[in-house]
């Protein structure tokens, strides 16, 4: 069980270091491709475009076809994606591996968690679906140390084709492992094969496999009479669990959290540092967001989801504000600028980076919870996509401003947090319009 569960978290491993391996690779594409700032910004947001698009149709196959040919495909997109980008000789063809990459990791993003829950049992369900977040920071951090590793090795005008081909590796392994994962007994019960389900939950270990199937079976009635009844998301009684989805969704991303991921080298060299250097500083940027994500998970369920909100929002808008005085000064101090953006990074991840999921899943009743969540992942990537195309512009127009503006919308977060955000922490997901109706 924990082997497979492990296995399936693979993708998220992929997710981040796919996501972030090109944060090495921004100045050496600018000068090989002949980009403009726009252009450049468009090429990070490309894969994420690509993840939106993914995101979104990855729920249809995933249910028709089943959860591991979805992997699978998923796997066999990153291995091509990764060696077509390193390989690429014109800037669409590039843009274009890119892109696939894109849909693999918006497939992945939907499809890994609800492979890993559907394989694990109940009493160790959270912690197993905890894997993939965890993989996915942990992604990011061996992404910023691998770009780090073969800029000392390789020439610039090479290097960058060394970072994105290095990521065809861990996706064969991915590959490999997925052609041996079963399939998801879940998936199998509605598929109406409970004889194959009850085989792979032995497998797996569950306690007790006959009564797990029937239990299935009896949810996937309830589920299919829900289905038919077509509850509407966008309907007056669902108006603020979808506006708090958006809310969330949306502030996660004006942080700045994917501008600091995907340009943080770049940050750091108009900060004064070397390449080697801000490449280096990079990796703390990582390691600072791995260390304190896994510090959220213990602390996400003693404290609540709100209070987590309120201090990220002061402690993220402080250290940007920080690095904003910084860049604004006549000699930006490096050190000083490494410690915001540190600051940043760990605040993020104690609250926001923590909070969004959690909250996204428990908002919404469970008629529907999966559209619910489809939403604020939709507007997640689609305001990821924004940010990140638009940040080396304002970057190069604005300066240190561009963080400042960041830091007042972390303002703006904990005055919606304080006056709107509904506490979800120990209710019981029947009982969550309760709440809010109370609040």
Not at 305 to 333: K, N, Y
Not at 409 to 435: H, R, S, V, Y
Request: charge should be positive.
């Amino acid at each position: 069980m924990i082997l497979t569960a492990a296995g399936a978290a693979l993708g998220g491993l992929l997710f981040g270091l796919d996501t972030a391996v090109i944060s090495g690779t921004t100045s050496a594409l600018q000068e090989r491709f002949a980009l403009s700032d726009a252009q450049l910004g468009f090429t990070v947001a490309s894969a994420l475009i690509g993840t939106i698009v993914g995101s979104l149709v990855a729920g249809w196959p995933s249910d028709r076809f089943g959860r591991k040919a979805v992997l699978l495909s998923v796997a066999i997109a990153y291995v091509v994606s990764s060696l077509g980008s390193a390989l690429a000789e014109s800037w669409a063809v590039f843009l274009a591996f890119r892109l696939l990459a894109g849909l693999a990791i918006g497939a992945a993003s939907v499809i890994t968690p609800i492979y890993i829950a559907e394989v694990s049992p109940a009493h160790v369900r959270g912690r197993l679906v905890a894997l993939n977040q965890l993989n996915i920071v942990f992604g990011i951090l061996l992404a910023f140390i691998s770009n780090y590793v073969i800029a000392g090795l390789f020439p610039p005008d090479t290097a960058w084709r060394w970072m994105f081909g290095i990521v065809t590796l861990p996706s064969a392994l991915f590959l490999m492992v997925t052609l041996v994962l079963p399939e998801s007994p879940r998936w199998l019960v509605a598929a109406g094969r409970d004889a194959r389900a009850l085989t792979v939950m032995e497998r797996l270990g569950f306690a007790d496999p006959a009564s797990d199937v029937r239990r299935m079976r009896e949810a996937a009635a309830r589920e299919l009479d829900a289905t038919r009844a077509q509850p509407r998301l966008f309907s007056r009684a669902h108006s603020f669990p979808v506006a708090c989805a958006i809310a969330i969704a949306m502030f996660n991303q004006l942080s700045g959290i994917n501008a600091l991921l995907y340009y943080a080298p770049h940050i750091f060299e108009l900060s004064g540092a070397a390449a080697d250097g801000a490449l280096l500083q990079s990796i703390a940027i990582g390691g600072t967001n791995l260390v304190f994500t896994v510090a959220a998970l213990f602390l996400i369920d003693h404290f609540g989801r709100r209070p987590l909100l309120l201090f990220g929002s002061i402690a993220t808008a402080a250290a940007l504000f920080v690095v904003a005085w910084q860049f604004e000064s006549a000699r930006p101090d490096g050190t000083i600028v490494l410690i915001g953006l540190l600051g940043f990074i760990a605040a993020f991840a104690l609250s926001q980076g923590a909070v969004i999921w959690v909250f996204i899943s428990e908002i919404f009743p469970s008629a529907v919870r999966g559209k619910g969540q489809a939403l604020g992942s939709t507007v997640h990537w689609v305001m990821a996509a924004a940010i990140t195309w638009a940040f080396p512009v304002f970057a190069t127009r604005l300066g240190g401003w561009v963080f400042a503006f960041f830091g007042a919308m972390m303002l703006l977060q904990f005055l919606w947090a304080w006056k709107k955000m509904p506490e979800t922490n120990g209710i019981a997901l029947e009982d969550m319009n309760l709440q809010k109706a109370s609040r």
